[in-house]
T-cell receptor, first 116, second 115 residues
Framework: DTEVTQTPKHLVMGMTNKKSLKCEQH?????MYWYKQKAKKPPELMFV???????INESVPSRFSPECPNSSLLNLHLHALQPEDSALYLC???????????????FGQGTRLTVV | AQSVTQPDIHITVSEGASLELRCNYS??????LFWYVQSPGQGLQLLLK????DTLVQGIKGFEAEFKRSQSSFNLRKPSVHWSDAAEYFC?????????????WGAGTKLIIKP
């Protein structure tokens, strides 16, 4: 199984709503990532979890709150978003980096988020 | 500064014709190199990667890429494209000195297939 599953596929939310994006992988990967992708642009890294601990937070506003309940799951809690936060949110997973080993990140299909 | 360049914003190729997408990186040493493909509204799929060894790398969907150290390039090729190859293609690198293995992305190349 080489899949990263994201739910929901599409989400429309108001600026006062609270919602969550979910990501699941069963590849035994111990690193999980959230990316944000605007149209016609490459992905931008938001957060990295390694062994269920937050290891990278790329200065993301606090209205985005990540959570890693266990090694297979990654959530992104959303609150008081702005219209400019509308984007494709991608989850990825990989083995943690290891010197001398190969590495590759596997992405989910993304959640298309629209903030109205 | 470390960077990845995909010089072509979009490329149009006839179905059945050969394809080459260009990728160059700016870094003093050899990074780890990746090509991803993204169909419209979809996630990113890893096509192939290069860490070391044979400089010609075979990937999925009939793609291959060649690492050329002298040109700091990692160009993606396919001998005969199919209409289903129409997508956005991203080159990405990881610089080995980065212990977090953060992917550095090119801007992407949109592949358009003419019937």
């Amino acid at each position: 199984d080489t899949e990263v599953t994201q739910t929901p596929k599409h989400l429309v939310m108001g600026m006062t709503n609270k919602k969550s994006l979910k990501c699941e992988q069963h590849m035994g990967h111990r690193a999980m990532y959230w990316y944000k992708q605007k149209a016609k642009k490459p992905p931008e890294l938001m957060f990295v979890y390694s062994y269920e601990k937050l290891s990278i937070n790329e200065s993301v506003p606090s209205r985005f709150s990540p959570e890693c309940p266990n090694s297979s799951l990654l959530n992104l809690h959303l609150h008081a978003l702005q219209p400019e936060d509308s984007a494709l949110y991608l989850c990825a997973s990989s083995q943690p980096p290891r010197r001398g080993g190969t590495w590759g990140a596997f992405f989910g299909q993304g959640t298309r988020l629209t903030v109205v | 500064a470390q960077s990845v360049t995909q010089p072509d914003i979009h490329i149009t190729v006839s179905e059945g014709a050969s394809l080459e997408l260009r990728c160059n990186y700016s870094y003093g040493a050899t990074p780890y190199l990746f090509w991803y493909v993204q169909s419209p509204g979809q996630g990113l799929q890893l096509l192939l990667k290069y860490f070391s060894g044979d400089t010609l790398v075979q990937g999925i969907k009939g793609f291959e890429a060649e690492f050329k150290r002298s040109q700091s390039s990692f160009n993606l090729r396919k001998p005969s494209v199919h209409w289903s190859d129409a997508a956005e293609y991203f080159c990405a690198v990881v610089f080995p000195m980065d212990s977090n293995y953060q992917l550095i992305w090119g801007a992407g190349t949109k592949l358009i297939i003419k019937p």
